[in-house]
């Protein structure tokens, strides 16, 4: 009986599965037949929007121009500087068959596209599980950067192809070449075959050997990191490979592999034609951000019209106020020739996002360098209080700025946080606790907090923090990899824009050379905090500047921002605004040194109301009537704001030791001189972590 009644409920679902597999059946043919129709439409709209077939745009292409906020200012022309146009005949074999080794091995043989090629670079990707390796053809490459803009999109990628088998009915394999070769960005500035053998070996074209060859069409994948003067190793690893690909090909021997092979890079730089414009540090970030997205060939030979978000009178008043050693610590040069203490400033629009100033050093040597600015990871100290402990006290406890606390003290585990004088004053406010820099109150503030949601906080604000590796000294500005001052200076603008965080741009509008719109910024916006939260900050910030620590930053009596001096002076920062601009002041050595009697209050703020004075109309800004100061004078310790380093098991001051100088790969290095060398990574110490 039980088997029957089990045989009857299979009869049931076998029913029910047949009356749905005409409509499972139709499900799948609307599927498939949708996929078709939007790959033929996809199809459609590539051929369809084609651009238009031009054989000027084969030779190297017009320059891209760079707008300031004002739409009509253009400041800066991107175009080829360092380029030597080299004939057909004056391209040696070796140079030739070493671009087709590594670039595309069947391109004597196939029609512009290599159905081979695509399908053996999908079966690559899906063996790694990422896109390793690209199917393009040498005729495809030279389409992409002669017709379009380089954008990752299977409309572009079809159009590519339409394009690289025209280009291979009206030009022979041969002149295709030739067209690459003279186009192609080989590093270091250099456009093209004849400018790249000028740069790396001060030579024509016409006499390059085979290890060198070999060398330039290594380049050609990823100049900035096989470039032979920053990193010679990896580029005589990719030169190698070049060889042996090209061994296996058959266009050289065993034994010119192993002589070639064997030859040192025998650099000699040549004249790069090196372009300079005004405005370096805002002009390279700018350049870095679209170079990122479009590609180096639509940057400087695809005539664009980028509109920057640059305000001159700002950029000109950081540049001055920057080179004028007078508002700065002593300084020297250090080994690599650099002037130290360095600096950076950003300037901000909180309302918008908009980066309004930027300088990342004291000078601009060479194109591209390192831009302290938005690459230097540095410890913030005290400018950190506002952003990981009373922002958020007052956002998840619900305090205000008149709300009494204690300044006693205290211990958790190990960790005994210490005023800067030793002393401690009992009831305190938060607004004087800040204003004035106590620590000891930040910590507790923390604490109560928790470092979960005082992360989160932060994390709103745009600065990621690592749980795991971070402790109450977060508080006094110990950060495990430190922040840069974009980063701070986007922070901050949420606080003088009423909560949002709003993330930063130096971009507005891009326009193609035809007039069409390539891209239009719209605002990332987000709701960091509570309105109220972020008045009461303000109102705590305007205090530090009119009796606190930042004094010496008054403009007017709406003025905010909170100074910050880490260990030994190593890095000293103001950050703060006013009404419409928000600006934040670095100074440190690259490689963190301390700095006697250097504090956030003697040196950037100053600079920083230097700065503000030139770069707005003061006389603009709104004035309220500012509350008397308190009774108590402010020690002078407070104004200094550091304290000497008491570690035990962590850190036991305001600060921990000066965080790191990142400096990530790509074009954004020094080349002559070099940069700042990069100090390992700050971790805490080798001792038990803070309670939190």
């Not at 009644?5 to 043919?29: C, H, N, V, Y």
């Not at 790396?200 to 994948?221: H, I, M, P, T």
């Not at 170079?291 to 640059?310: D, M, N, P």
């Amino acid at each position: 009986m039980v088997k029957t009644d089990r045989l009857t409920a299979e009869e049931k679902r076998a029913k029910r599965m047949q009356a749905l597999r005409p409509a499972l059946l139709l499900a799948g043919l609307v599927v498939l037949l949708s996929a078709v129709a939007s790959g033929g439409w996809v199809v459609y709209t590539a051929i369809r929007d084609l651009p238009p077939w031009q054989m000027d745009n084969l030779q190297l292409g017009a320059p891209s121009t760079l707008y300031a906020a004002d739409g009509k200012t253009a400041f800066a022309v991107l175009g080829k500087a360092n380029y030597i146009p080299v004939p057909q005949k004056e391209i040696t074999p070796a140079v030739k068959q070493a671009l087709i080794a590594v670039e595309d091995t069947r391109f004597s043989q196939h029609p512009g596209v290599d159905p081979r090629g695509i399908l053996r670079a999908i079966w690559i990707d899906i063996i790694r599980g990422k896109a390793v390796q690209g199917g393009s053809t040498i005729t495809q490459q030279l389409a992409r950067n002669a017709f379009l803009i380089s954008s990752k999109t299977l409309k572009r990628k079809i159009q590519e192809m339409f394009l690289a088998i025209q280009l291979e009915r009206h030009y022979t394999k041969d002149e295709i070449l030739t067209l690459y070769l003279n186009r192609v960005y080989f590093g270091e500035g250099a456009w093209g075959i004849g400018a790249a053998a000028r740069t790396y070996f001060n030579k024509n074209a016409r006499d390059l050997d085979l290890s060198e060859a070999a060398l330039l069409a290594g380049l050609v994948q990823a100049p900035s990191y096989y470039d032979p003067y920053r990193r010679p190793e990896e580029a005589v690893a990719k030169r190698n490979v070049v060889l042996e690909r090209m061994r296996s090909c058959r266009f050289i021997t065993a034994e010119e592999q192993q002589q070639a092979s064997s030859e040192p890079l025998n650099l000699e730089r040549g004249g790069t034609g090196r372009t300079e414009y005004p405005y370096p540090d805002f002009t390279d970030y700018v350049i870095a951000t679209v170079e990122q997205k479009y590609g180096e060939s639509a940057l400087f030979r695809g005539g664009l019209k980028i509109y920057t978000t640059l305000d001159v009178r700002a950029q000109r008043a950081v540049e001055e106020e920057v080179r004028n050693k007078k508002n700065f610590p002593p300084s020297m040069r250090d080994e690599n020739g650099l002037l130290q203490p360095q600096a950076a400033v950003v300037l901000l629009d909180p309302v918008t996002g908009s980066i309004r100033a930027m300088v990342g050093g004291r000078e601009h040597l060479v194109d591209r360098q390192f831009n302290r600015a938005v690459q230097a990871k540095r410890q913030p100290g005290s400018a950190f209080k506002p952003i990981i402990a009373y922002g958020p006290a007052i956002e998840y406890l619900g305090m205000s700025p008149e709300k009494t606390v204690k300044d006693e003290p205290v211990r958790y585990g190990s960790y005994v946080p210490k005023n800067a004088d030793g002393k401690y004053r009992g009831s305190i406010t938060l607004q004087n606790a800040l204003a004035l820099s106590v620590n000891v109150v930040a910590v507790e503030l923390l604490d109560e907090v928790g470092l979960g949601r005082a992360m989160d906080f932060a994390g709103g604000l745009g600065i990621k923090l690592d749980a795991e590796k971070e402790g109450l000294s977060l508080a006094l500005g110990g950060l495990n990899r430190g922040v840069t001052p974009l980063e701070m200076a986007a922070a901050y603008a949420a606080f003088a824009n009423g909560g949002e965080y709003i993330r930063p741009t130096a971009v507005t509008r891009i326009f193609q050379s035809n007039g069409t719109i390539l891209e239009e910024y719209k605002p990332e916006r987000r709701r960091a905090m509570r309105r109220e939260t972020a008045q009461a900050v303000t109102t705590m910030l305007r205090a530090a500047v009119r009796y606190g620590t930042g004094t010496g930053a008054r403009i007017g009596s709406l003025a905010a921002g909170k100074t910050g001096t880490t260990d030994e002076g190593k890095d000293i920062w103001f950050c703060g605004w006013v009404p419409k601009m928000v600006g934040v002041v670095w100074m440190g050595w690259d490689q963190p040194k301390a700095m006697p009697r250097a504090y956030g209050g003697k040196y950037c703020a100053p600079l920083w109301r230097k700065i503000m004075q030139k770069a707005i109309d003061v006389s603009k800004t709104p004035v309220e009537p500012a509350p008397p100061p308190p009774k108590p004078t402010v020690p002078a310790v407070y104004e200094q704001e550091t304290v000497p380093s008491v570690y035990g098991d962590t850190y036991g001051t305001d600060t921990a030791p000066a965080g790191p100088t990142v400096n990530p790969p790509g074009d954004q290095t020094p080349q002559t001189p070099p940069a700042p060398v990069v100090p390992p990574e700050v971790t805490p110490p080798p001792t038990q972590p803070v309670p939190g």
